[in-house]
C-alpha cells in the first residue's frame, strides 16, 4: 500500500504575531517516525510530511497537492490539539479531489476525544485510538475494520468504536524511527538554543507511559502503564544516530527518563565503557535522581537535567503535582548542579486557582533556585487530563483549538481578572528571570560553548527579534 504520513503545521504561536516556534526548536515528529519505520518493516510504501519541516510548503492547497502527488492509498494525520483543523482541512481538500484515498487520524487529540469525530468530521474515514504503529499496520495490511482492535470506524454512517488494543509490552521489537524519511533532517531541524555545545541534534524518545497524576498532563495514549526500552536498545539508538546522521547532542524527552534506575545505571555504564561521542539531556523527577545517578549522567555524557516542577505556590503543587514539595525541589537542583550538570527548571503560570500572589510566589522561587535555564509554560487544559473534569468551574476557556498549545492563555483562572493580566505578569516573568544579574554571569561565562547557537541566532536574527518583541510588557488592563 502507498501511505503517506502527516505531521500537520497547526498553530503553534500567538494569533497575530510571527510564528517562529519551528525557528526556535523544530522536532522530528517522532510518532509518525515510528509509524513509518513499523510500515517500511511490513513492505509498504511510505511517505512523511512534515508541515512543520525545512522545508515545508504553505497552505492547505499546496500541502493537499504534495500529498496526492505520491499517489497514496491512506493518508494518516497525527495531530495534537492545535494541529488538528489544520490536519483536517488537508483531510477535507483530499477527499474533495480524489474521494478514494482512506485519511486516518491519531495522536493525543483523537485518543482524548474518540468517536464525536467522527460525527463532527466527515472526510475523517478512521480514528486511531492510543499507540497506533500495529492499529495502522493491520489497516493497511487490508484487514477488516471491524477486526482491528484500537480503531473507530464508520459503518454506514454510524461511528464503531472496536475494543482497545492491548498496549506494546517490549518497546525493544519497535525498529528505530525512520528518520531519514524527513526532509533535511538533521541539519534543519534544531534544539532549543543553548541547551547544547554539540551540533547536530536530535530528539528521542525511550520510554511511554506515566504511573502520576499531574492534573495538567493528558495520558490519553499511553496511559499510566510505564514500559521502556532496555539500556542495550538506547545505547544501540544512539549508537545509530551518531554514525548515521552524525548526531552529536540528543534531548530525551522521556517525562521520566530515570524511573527505572536500573536501566539507566545499564545505559551509563555502556556510555562510559563504550563512549560514542554524543552529549544528552534528560527529565527527572523529583524522588529519582539520587547523588550516585546523577553522578554516573554525568559521567556518560549528559549536560542538562530537566526538573519538572509547575509552581513555585505549595498549595497549588499539593493540587496539581501531588507529592512534590518545594523543599525537595530546591535539594534536587542544588545536587543536579552540585554533581557537574545544568539544571533547567519546568514551570506552567495560569493553573486552576492561581492568584497574582501565587504567580509572585512561583516568579521568586525561579529566581531563588539559580537555575541554569527555565521554560515557562501558558497552562492549556486539554480533553484527556485530570483538570479537564472541573475546568468550567475552575475559570473562563476560549475553547479554540488552534491556540490550544501552551503558548497562548486560553484559560483564565477566576482568581484572575483578565488574560491581559496574566499576559502582563507572565512577560514580566520571563524579562526577570532572563535579566537577573545571577543568571546572565553564569550565561557570559559559558558564552563560547554556545557558539553554535550563536551562529544559528545570527542566521536568523528577524525570527529571533520577532519572538522577543513578543514578550514585551502590557500593562494590565491593557489590549495585547
Known amino acids: 500500500m502507498r501511505i503517506v504520513l502527516v505531521h500537520p503545521a497547526g498553530s503553534n504561536w500567538m ?27 511490513a513492505g509498504h510504501s511510505v511517505y512523511v510530511q512534515d508541515c512543520l519541516g525545512p522545508a515545508a510548503l504553505q497552505g492547505t492547497e499546496a500541502n493537499t497537492r504534495l500529498i496526492l502527488s505520491h499517489k497514496p492509498d491512506l493518508v494518516g494525520f497525527s495531530a495534537t490539539t492545535s494541529g488538528f483543523l489544520d490536519g483536517y482541512d488537508m483531510a477535507a481538500r483530499i477527499k474533495e479531489l480524489d474521494p478514494g484515498v482512506k485519511t486516518v487520524f491519531g495522536g493525543v487529540h483523537i485518543s482524548a476525544i474518540g468517536a464525536g469525530l ?67 533532517f538533521p541539519r534543519g531541524y534544531n534544539l532549543p538554543l543553548f541547551s547544547y555545545i554539540q551540533a547536530p541534534g536530535a530528539t528521542m524518545v525511550t520510554s511511554r507511559g506515566c504511573p502520576y497524576q499531574c492534573s495538567y498532563c493528558d495520558r490519553s495514549v499511553f496511559k499510566n502503564h510505564f514500559r521502556y526500552n532496555s539500556a542495550g536498545y538506547i545505547y544501540n539508538h544512539m549508537r545509530y544516530m551518531r554514525s548515521r546522521f552524525g548526531i552529536r547532542h540528543l534531548n530525551i524527552y522521556d517525562d521520566l527518563f530515570t524511573l527505572r534506575r536500573g536501566r539507566i545505571e545499564q545505559l551509563c555504564t555502556l556510555l562510559i565503557s563504550k563512549p560514542i561521542g554524543v552529549q544528552f539531556n534528560c527529565a527527572v523527577r523529583v524522588g529519582h535522581a539520587d547523588d550516585e545517578l546523577l553522578k554516573m549522567l554525568k559521567a556518560a555524557g549528559c549536560l542538562m537535567v530537566s526538573l519538572g516542577i509547575e509552581t513555585g505556590d505549595a498549595d497549588l503543587m499539593e493540587i496539581h503535582k501531588p507529592g512534590v514539595y518545594l523543599e525537595q525541589v530546591k535539594d534536587t537542583v542544588r545536587r543536579i548542579q552540585a554533581a557537574g550538570l545544568r539544571a533547567k527548571g519546568l514551570f506552567m503560570m495560569g493553573l486552576p486557582g492561581e492568584t497574582v500572589e501565587s504567580i509572585k510566589k512561583t516568579s521568586d522561587f525561579v529566581i531563588s533556585l539559580g537555575l541554569d535555564d527555565m521554560n515557562m509554560s501558558k497552562f492549556t487544559p486539554f480533553y484527556g487530563a485530570p483538570a479537564w473534569k472541573t475546568i468550567f468551574d475552575e475559570g473562563t476557556l476560549d475553547e479554540d483549538w488552534r491556540k490550544m498549545n501552551c503558548l497562548n492563555f486560553v484559560f483564565i483562572p477566576r482568581q484572575i481578572d483578565s488574560k491581559q493580566t496574566l499576559d502582563h505578569l507572565y512577560n514580566a516573568h520571563v524579562k526577570r528571570f532572563y535579566s537577573d544579574p545571577q543568571w546572565r554571569k553564569k550565561f557570559n561565562r559559558r558564552l563560547w560553548e554556545h557558539r553554535h547557537s550563536l551562529w544559528y541566532m545570527l542566521r536568523h536574527f528577524p525570527d529571533f527579534l520577532s519572538a522577543m518583541r513578543s514578550f514585551k510588557d502590557p500593562a494590565p488592563g491593557s489590549k495585547t
Do not use: H
Not at 500495529?134 to 477488516?144: R, S, W
Not at 454512517?157 to 528518520?179: E, M
Open 118 to 184: 467522527l460525527k463532527d468530521f466527515k472526510d475523517i474515514d478512521c480514528l486511531c485510538m492510543g499507540e497506533g504503529e500495529k492499529t495502522l499496520g493491520q489497516l493497511a495490511d487490508g484487514a477488516a475494520p471491524a477486526d482491528i482492535t484500537g480503531l473507530i470506524w464508520r459503518d454506514n454512517g454510524r461511528a464503531v468504536t472496536n475494543q482497545a488494543r492491548d498496549y506494546i509490552a517490549d518497546l525493544d521489537q519497535l525498529p528505530f524511527p525512520a528518520y531519514e524519511k524527513l526532509t533535511g
Open 15 to 41: 494569533p497575530g504575531r510571527k510564528d517562529v516556534s519551528a525557528t526556535a526548536n523544530r522536532m522530528a515528529p517522532l510518532g509518525l517516525l515510528s509509524m513509518a519505520a513499523c510500515l517500511q518493516e
